[in-house]
T-cell receptor, first 111, second 116 residues
C-alpha cells in the first residue's frame, strides 16, 4: 500500500521555469523524503525533512512540510532539461524502516 | 565510491520459469531492502534484512517469492514459477545502521523483469 498521493500526476514546463509538486500523506511521520527517478535509472535520494522542520533547501530544491495538513511540497527553481524525471515523496526510509512511496509526479522540462 | 549494484539489469523469462535477481549492497551496509515497482507506480516494499536476518517479509506478494542474504552481504531475490503479473522493476536498497549518518537508503539501478 502507498502512503500518500502526489499532485499533479504529470507536469510539463519550459526550461527556466519553476516546478512545484505537492504530496499528501496519511499517517504521522518522523520524516518525509523526496526521490527522483530518471527513465531507466535507479532512485536518487534528493532531500529529507524531519517532522520538526518546516522548510529545507538544497541547491535549487526547496521542500516544505506542514504536519498539521499532512502535506509537503517540492519546489525546483530554474528548471533544466536534466530535471526531467519522476519525483516521489516518501515516508520512512531509515536503516530499519521500509520506505513507503507515493505514486509520483512525472516532470517534463522542455528545452 | 561504489554504489548498490544489481544483476542482471534486464531479464526476460517465460511464464513458469524461475528467476534469481542479485543485489550487491554498499560495503558495510547492515540493512538491505527489496522493492517492486510496477510500470507507472511508486516502488513497493517487499522484504528487509538486517545482516543475514530477514526481519520483515510482509511485502512479499506470494510464496513464490523468496529472498535470502546468507552471509549478511549479497542478497538474492528468487521468484519461482513466474507469472506475467511479476513483470516489474525490482529495486534493492541498502543502508548503514541506525544512529549513523546513513539513515538514507541507497538504491541500486534495478532489475527490469519481463515475463512473457
Amino acid at each position: 500500500s502507498q502512503q500518500g498521493e502526489e499532485d499533479p500526476q504529470a507536469l510539463s514546463i519550459q526550461e527556466g521555469e519553476n516546478a512545484t509538486m505537492n504530496c499528501s500523506y496519511k499517517t504521522s511521520i518522523n520524516n518525509l523524503q523526496w526521490y527522483r527517478q530518471n527513465s531507466g535509472r535507479g532512485l536518487v535520494h534528493l532531500i529529507l525533512i524531519r517532522s520538526n522542520e518546516r522548510e529545507k533547501h538544497s541547491g535549487r530544491l526547496r521542500v516544505t512540510l506542514d504536519t498539521s495538513k499532512k502535506s509537503s511540497s517540492l519546489l525546483i527553481t530554474a528548471s533544466r532539461a536534466a530535471d526531467t524525471a519522476s519525483y516521489f515523496c516518501a515516508t520512512g526510509g531509515t536503516s530499519y524502516d521500509k520506505v513507503i512511496f507515493g505514486p509520483g509526479t512525472s516532470l517534463s522540462v522542455i528545452p | 565510491g561504489a554504489g548498490v549494484s544489481q544483476s542482471p539489469r534486464y531479464k526476460v523469462a517465460k511464464r513458469g520459469q524461475d528467476v534469481a535477481l542479485r543485489c550487491d549492497p554498499i560495503s558495510g551496509h547492515v540493512s538491505l531492502f527489496w522493492y517492486q515497482q510496477a510500470l507507472g507506480q511508486g516502488p513497493e516494499f517487499l522484504t528487509y534484512f538486517q545482516n543475514e536476518a530477514q526481519l520483515d517479509k510482509s511485502g512479499l506478494p506470494s510464496d513464490r517469492f523468496f529472498a535470502e542474504r546468507p552471509e549478511g552481504s549479497v542478497s538474492t531475490l528468487k521468484i519461482q514459477r513466474t507469472q506475467q503479473e511479476d513483470s516489474a522493476v525490482y529495486l534493492c536498497a541498502s543502508s548503514l545502521e541506525v544512529g549513523q549518518e546513513g539513515e538514507t537508503q541507497y538504491f541500486g539501478p534495478g532489475t527490469r523483469l519481463l515475463v512473457l
